[in-house]
């Protein structure tokens, strides 16, 4: 039965969506880079979408067990591919994310690892015999997590490292972690803050880091720099009112108040030209999307695959709530982009490779 | 759609090992807590939208607003002033000054900024820190008068450099070597106490009103009406659209009566002196020219005069700041005399045949007077008092008239009264007499100083615009006009009728003093009869300068002269500060009039000039009169050209 798959068996509202949300996205990079260098962003994401659907496809093609069995060998080349961004990286935008893979693209590794920590997560929590997630076993999954985050932070970027605690600590959970270890994980992440945020913390963080916590807190302080972007956002957003401004018709957005109104902060450009309505209906998307995505991992044909569709959707939660939260002001400037929708290619089929496992997952819920 | 083949050996072997825990039962109440997490994660978005877009949109909209519309001044230009022939006197200039925007400034930038605009560093820094406690928006001014290099400096950096703002302004372009700089006067940015002036009411901060002299009693008709422009600015202050635009209103031109020949003359013949020169038409009123030396550089206050230029004229102890045409408030001396001659003559107390003695001084109610010669004059007439100036006979003239006649006839003449001239805090003068005496100093007036005030001693105080009004308005057999600076600007008559034979015989004594060798013999010119009086004041006691060889000591000379005798065009007076003795004074109103009459004789030359050519060009026959007529209007240049004084 396992060999007669489907297309009628894809989660196709789940796909639809997605699909919904990147045409909002593309219209909205179109928008917002109207009659500037990167005006050309509304038809490459259009590609990349077309691109992103042909990887999902690609990663239906295989069972999602046989990418389980290679997960080792994913991990270690994950590794090398991020030390190798320190080789071949350029520095852009202050950071050094991007390898080239020639014809003028730029892939993104860190966005790729992700999905092989979704993968590495799963499995080692599949496998566990124990009836709770022990210490000693959490210690080790998260080390193994941490490799890989803090070559990302490093680089430096602090948003997308956050994301891969975000499957782990997705994981963790349903893996049965003790509450006491929770509260201890808690403990430490409050302590971890505190200590960032204080003068301290520049012994730890880079200063812009720093500051983007600081900023959050406190955007007036620092108006010119890093509170900068939350002040023009806020601006944005609030100014955008019930209905909005009309598309290409936010002053924030069009006169580029408002920093990268196509990528990190199209969110921003999104809710200054649809207004409140706008957002209610891009974030009820979104929530349906996760919904979906849960409701695939309940009916996951094992518990790999649902760790690894719960690991999907805990990541893009985790994405929504950080990059909409610091487009409303609710959260720090982390700098991630919201999935589907920022422009950008490794964004787009990363999240389109996530989608592909989920599916993958629930075109094989009736194997066993 | 067909999915691409699977491996079936793949699959089955990883399909074939049993689960190794079966929790996804277990984890169904974990999963139902994520779902939950996630819907209070959302509504804790949506709630966070809902303050900012429903709850204070109008408080959003405003920022953005504020954001992105930018108001821009238009500078409405300062009207033009033009001299009585309508020649450019002061004019404007487009100038660029580079203010910082500090809203973008980045202190690393600015190395590179001094270096690219070659301005100090230190300097540049100084102000910056000098500026940190203002608020954002009052952006810092760097450098005016910017060059072109300058501007192809900012130009270039702009994307840069976004704090690098360029302000287009008009300046005031005025005379250099501070020629006519008390009567033109000086611009600045409105001050505090000024904004609170109701005569600058409509002004606001930032505006740049006249401030002295011309500049700033005819502000309001120089001064235009600023246009504003609404912008929708981006990110880094470049303007996208234009919203809406008021524009400037340019001010009007003002012609002044002056007449930029005579001007140029009378700076040049008070160069290296201290004093005052006022050239009146005393048919009308009309100033041809004003003078007042020491003087300044009003290009120096255009818009901020640096405080080291600033310092630099408080320090002065000439004052260069005070426009003694009209301010000056001193002693005539014996100027004065003609008036005390007139007022002598007219209340009866002399007439034509008194005559005194003079052995050089004569004593008075105890104390001994000299007169300026000391051997004596002789015996001595109305008329020779007056071509000599005799101290003596005017002494007794004085004594005879009382205080309150001569101060009567002073008053008629205008002193101790504001002439009423178009310009700032012009100063009035003393005339004394029994009630100013009672009422300033409580006392009553001793007999003895009649005799200083009858020599135009004691404290009697004029100006030198009222002198020359004096003069003019007597040469005119009575009929005083107000001096004015602008044409058709108020002139109010005021008239008295002289008795003819007195009259006659005092002007009969003035053109004597220039031409029949008396003290002003300096004066003459050949051609023309030059009328006038020669004055000498002292500044301090005899017995106080004994010994002393003190500048500030030395006697201030005066002369006024008007001709031609019959039917005068022109009045001068020249007040020479410390200048010694009156005969130094004569030269400068000898080289005004002189001026003022070959400009009529060159002009009425060349009016006759081209009366011939205009009826020489009607008899041309019709075939070649192209070319011949065009010939007029080439000789009217070119006469015109070859005069160079014509266009100092």
């Given amino acids: ?221 620092d108006p010119q720099g890093t509170g900068y972007q939350l002040i023009q956002s806020q601006i944005a957003v609030g100014s955008g009112g019930m209905f909005g401004k009309g598309i290409t018709k936010g002053t924030q957005t069009q006169l580029r108040f408002l920093p990268v109104p196509h990528k990190d902060f199209i969110f921003s450009a999104f809710a200054e030209e649809h207004g409140f309505v706008g957002v209610v209906f891009m974030l009820a998307a979104f929530f349906v999307m996760i919904m979906r995505i849960v409701q695939n991992a309940q009916t996951a044909p094992d518990p790999v695959g649902m760790y690894i569709c719960m690991g999907v959707a805990g990541l893009l939660l985790f994405h929504v709530l950080v990059n909409v939260g610091m487009v409303a002001g609710l959260m720090p400037v982390t700098g991630i982009p919201l999935p589907f929708m920022s422009a950008g290619g490794s964004s787009v089929w990363s999240s389109f490779l996530a989608l592909g496992l989920v599916n993958n997952v629930r075109l094989r819920r009736f194997v066993n | 759609m067909i999915l691409p083949p699977v491996d079936p050996n793949l699959e089955h072997q990883i399909s074939d090992k049993p689960p190794l825990r079966d929790d996804v039962r277990l984890a169904q109440g974990k999963i139902a807590i994520f779902q939950y997490s996630a819907a209070v994660i959302f509504l804790f978005l949506i709630s966070g939208f809902w303050r900012l877009q429903v709850q204070n949109p109008q408080f959003y909209d405003e920022k953005a607003q504020a954001n992105s519309i930018k108001g821009v001044i238009i500078p409405a230009p300062r009207g033009r002033i033009l001299d009585r022939d309508g020649r450019v006197i002061v004019d404007n200039h487009s100038s660029f000054s580079l203010v910082l925007a500090r809203e973008y400034l980045k202190e690393d930038h600015l190395r590179a900024i001094a270096q690219g605009l070659d301005l100090d560093y230190d300097d540049l820094m100084n102000k910056v820190r000098r500026y940190r406690s203002h608020p954002q928006w009052d952006s810092l001014p760097v450098k005016e008068e910017l060059s072109p290099a300058d501007l192809a400096f900012i130009d270039s950096h702009h994307d840069f450099f976004p704090e690098l703002v360029v302000i287009r302004a008009q300046r005031r372009l005025y005379p250099q070597n501070g020629m006519m700089a008390h009567v033109i006067g000086y611009t600045g940015e409105i001050s505090e106490t000024e904004l609170d002036d109701p005569a600058f009411a409509k002004y606001d901060a930032g505006a740049v009103i006249g401030k002295f002299g011309i500049e700033r009693e005819y502000n309001d008709t120089l001064m235009g009406v600023d246009g504003q422009r609404q912008v929708v600015v981006d990110n880094r202050g470049q303007v996208r659209d234009v919203l809406n635009e008021k524009p400037a209103v340019a001010g009007k031109d003002l012609q002044l009566t002056i007449d930029l020949d005579l001007q140029v003359v009378a700076e040049l013949a008070m160069e290296g002196k201290n004093g005052a020169v006022v050239a009146l038409d005393p048919r009308t009123g009309e100033v041809l020219a004003m003078v007042s030396r020491p003087t300044f550089d009003p290009n120096k206050f255009a818009v901020h005069i640096k405080s080291k ?141 009649n005799i200083s005030v009858s020599i135009g001693q004691g404290a009697l105080t004029i100006t030198p615009l ?24 108020k002139d109010t008559l005021k008239q008295w009728a002289f008795n003819q034979k007195n009259w006659t015989e005092v002007v009969d004594g003035t053109c004597g003093v220039v031409n029949e060798g008396g003290t002003g013999v300096r004066a003459a010119l050949p051609g023309v009869t030059v009328c006038g009086k020669t004055g000498t004041s002292q500044v301090a006691s005899n017995e106080f300068t004994k010994g002393k060889s003190d500048k500030d000591l030395k006697d201030n000379a005066w002369f006024v002269g008007f001709a031609p005798r019959e039917h005068p065009e022109i009045v001068v007076a020249a007040y020479y500060e410390h200048g010694a003795e009156s005969k130094f004074a004569a030269p400068i109103v000898r080289d005004v009039i002189k001026a003022y009459l070959d400009k009529k004789v060159r002009l009425t030359a060349l009016k006759q000039e081209q009366q011939r050519l205009a009826s020489m060009a009607n008899f041309v026959p019709p075939t070649v009169g192209q070319t011949v007529a065009s010939q007029p209007s080439v000789a009217v240049q070119s006469s015109v050209a070859s005069n160079p004084e014509a266009h100092p």
């Fill in chain 1, 1 to 221: 039965m396992s060999k007669y798959l489907s297309t009628r068996d894809i989660d196709w509202p789940l796909l639809i969506i997605a699909l919904v949300i990147c045409g909002v996205g593309v219209l909205q990079i179109y928008s917002a880079t109207l009659g500037t260098s990167w005006h050309s962003s509304w038809w490459r994401q259009i590609l990349y979408v077309l691109g992103g659907l042909f990887l999902m496809w690609l990663v239906l093609a295989f069972d999602y067990h046989s990418y389980l069995h290679y997960v080792n060998a994913l991990y270690i080349a994950s590794v090398a591919a991020l030390l190798g961004t320190y080789v071949l990286g350029q520095a852009a935008f202050g950071s050094r994310r991007w390898i080239p893979v020639g014809g003028g693209l730029h892939l993104q590794v860190s966005e790729f690892v992700k999905l092989v920590i979704i993968l590495l997560v799963a499995r080692y929590l599949a496998e566990l015999k124990t009836e709770a997630l022990e210490i000693r076993e959490m210690v080790v999954l998260s080390v193994l997590v941490a490799v890989p985050a803090v070559l990302v932070l490093i680089e430096p970027d602090l948003g997308t490292c956050l994301t891969y605690f975000a499957v782990l600590v997705t994981g963790a959970f349903l893996a049965g972690l003790r509450w006491k270890y929770v509260a201890a994980i808690a403990a430490v992440a409050l302590v971890g803050f505190v200590v960032v945020a204080s003068p301290l913390g520049s012994h730890i963080l880079k200063d812009y880091q720093r500051a983007r916590i600081v900023g959050f807190m406190d955007p007036e302080r």
């Fill in chain 2, 309 to 449: 230029d600033w310092k630099e004229i408080m320090d002065n102890k000439d004052n260069p700041m005070i426009n003694r045409a009209i301010q000056a408030q001193q002693a005539p001396g014996s100027t004065f005399k003609p008036i005390v001659a007139m007022a002598g003559l007219e209340s009866g107390t002399i007439d034509d045949t008194f005559t005194v003695h003079c052995p050089g001084g004569a004593t008075f109610y105890g104390h001994y007077y000299h007169c300026h010669l000391k051997g004596g004059h002789g015996s001595v007439g109305l008329h020779k008092g007056i071509v000599q100036s005799c101290d003596v006979f005017f002494y007794n003239v004085g004594n005879k008239l009382g205080i309150d006649k001569m101060a009567f006839y002073a008053d008629l003449f205008g002193y101790g009264h504001l002439t009423g001239i178009d310009l700032p805090h012009e100063k009035e003068g003393v005339v004394p007499s029994t009630e100013w005496k009672l009422r300033n100093f409580r006392q009553k007036w001793y007999a003895g100083e």
């Fill in chain 2, 466 to 489: 009222q002198l020359a009004r004096a003069y003019g308005g007597f040469a005119m057999d009575g009929q005083w006009h107000t001096p004015h600076l602008t044409k058709g600007g």
